[in-house]
């Protein structure tokens, strides 16, 4: 019989499994004869016949060192063949010749992130800890699920969540519930948000760990942000901005004080409370994250924005764009610094105006949205607000069959999801953009959207919809 984990019997015979063999730095050909190399190469020519590491043997190195050679890393690294995007130097080789170089496009971070979770899991479960298993569980299921595994991770977190039930530690059930809000964030799975939160929310006066705590209430808050839950969302933001500053915490504060701001510009937008708000978060900015520097500077764009005062609104979001960078971001809670910047160049390109020119905001608005969509294959719920915007930059264009096709889209994914914001954008836009008489691919003409829309904000408290500010007309 074997176990992965003691049973502290007398016959008991422990053995360590480590990674498999990797070559060392500049190997060279040698590399080819390691087993880690090996089973990469064979695992990844099941899936695509023409896949070859003799090409790029540096790089294969490269990537089971950085796995540690843990074998279901090494797999799980070989499936991402199937989303190859051939470098330019590769288009001259042979088209059934792949490398790892030109396959493996996820960044390093998941490569050292993933096999450090699955030794903490397997370090847990030989050390017979089942807080510690438990916790190691849901963090890979959390890896998993921002590694593209959503069968896999719902599978460690669903096992995870079981298993803290049964352990009653308030730590233990805390971390859960914060892995299973940001793995169902990302999912836009807001039952299993749910059903993985309510009892860690419960337990949460119960734990010693503060930060802990005030963070799984605040993820969940982004959760319900995005399923048009906005008066939880925002009693949740408060109640973690008012924790994080009598502890004085700039991290948790800042973060209620984001979720509180972007869920009120939703609701209220011409609430007075705001500004005094932006003033606070621009004290915190120097303790905050890139990403929360990123969402803090959105939010400061949309209130020029609301104001009229488009070249501040510029400013802002263009400091927003160099933060969030150039490649999509691995944070969950990350929507609104993703879908902010090319919302608001998009919203100024359309209000016109000398300042700032038309092409640099259009250069912006075009990368940002590729980002954006990028991080929406990272993240499903991030899809609808990825397609409003494809189909807004399509609109602007003149590609307008091609926006109202990307529109409907856009309107079937918040539906199916679940996101009834998204959803009422998504008839907004239709609505906009529909001559008299004229049909979307729905098959509803541009009152019916009109009237879709109205009726899906009002439904999720927000009073008008997100383009209805001054001088912004219908188009047809």
């Known amino acids: 019989m074997t176990s992965r984990r003691q049973l502290g019997l007398g016959v008991e015979w422990l053995v360590e499994v480590p990674g498999l063999p990797c070559p060392p730095p500049k190997a060279g050909p040698a590399a080819a ?140 059930v805390c971390w859960v519930g914060i892995m299973s809000a940001l793995h169902g964030m990302g999912a836009g799975d807001w039952a299993a948000v749910d059903a993985g939160t309510a009892r860690a929310l419960a337990m949460r006066d119960e734990t010693p760990m503060y930060r802990w705590a005030d963070e799984l209430l605040l993820a969940s808050a982004v959760a319900w942000y995005l399923a048009g839950r906005h008066e939880r969302a925002a009693a949740a933001a408060a109640e973690g901005m008012a924790a994080g500053a009598g502890r004085r915490d700039p991290v948790v504060h800042l973060w209620g004080l984001l979720v509180l701001m972007e869920t009120t510009l939703r609701t209220d937008p011409g609430d007075p409370v705001l500004p005094g708000w932006h003033s606070e978060a621009v004290r915190l900015l120097p303790k905050a994250n890139r990403v929360d520097a990123a969402r803090a500077h959105v939010v400061a764009a949309r209130l020029h924005l609301a104001a009229g005062r488009s070249e501040q609104a510029w400013q802002a979001v263009r400091a927003a764009d160099d933060l969030v960078g150039a490649g999509p971001s691995f944070e969950q809670y990350a929507l609104e610094a993703h879908a902010g910047v090319p919302e608001i160049c998009l919203e100024l390109l359309e209000l016109g105006g000398e300042h700032p020119g038309p092409a640099e905001l259009r250069a912006t608005a075009a990368g940002s949205a590729r980002r954006l969509r990028r991080y929406a294959r990272r993240f499903p719920m991030a899809m609808p607000r990825a397609l409003v915007c494809l189909g807004w930059s399509a609109w602007l264009d003149g590609r307008t069959r091609g926006a109202r096709r990307t529109w409907a889209r856009a309107a079937r994914e918040a539906e199916r999801l679940r996101m009834p914001y998204e959803l009422a954008r998504a008839h907004e836009e239709l609505g906009r953009h529909l001559a008299a008489g004229q049909r979307s691919p729905l098959g509803l003409d541009g009152p019916e959207h009109r009237e879709r829309a109205i009726a899906g904000f009002r439904a999720i408290g927000c009073g008008t919809g997100t383009r209805s500010l001054p001088g912004l007309p219908v188009r047809t």
């Not at 020519?45 to 023409?50: E, K, S």
């Not at 595994?149 to 352990?167: G, P």
Request: aromatic share 4%; hydrophobic share 45%; proline share 4%.
């Open 33 to 172: 004869g390691y087993a880690a190399v090996k089973l990469l190469e064979e695992r990844a020519r099941l899936l695509r016949p023409g896949f070859l590491t003799g090409a790029d043997l540096e790089g294969t190195a490269r990537v089971c060192r950085l796995v540690s050679g843990v074998p279901l890393a090494i797999e799980l690294a070989a499936r991402w063949v199937r989303s190859a995007r051939p470098a330019a130097a590769a288009r001259e080789r042979a088209a059934t010749t792949f490398t790892i170089s030109e396959v493996y496009w996820v960044r390093d971070e998941h490569l050292a992130v993933l096999p450090s979770s699955i030794r903490s899991l397997n370090e847990a479960e030989r050390a017979g800890e089942l807080d510690l298993t438990v916790r190691a569980q849901a963090g890979l299921g959390m890896v998993l699920g921002t590694a593209g595994f959503r069968r896999h991770a719902r599978r460690h977190i669903r096992a995870a969540r079981a298993a803290a039930e049964r352990t009653g530690n308030p730590i233990t």
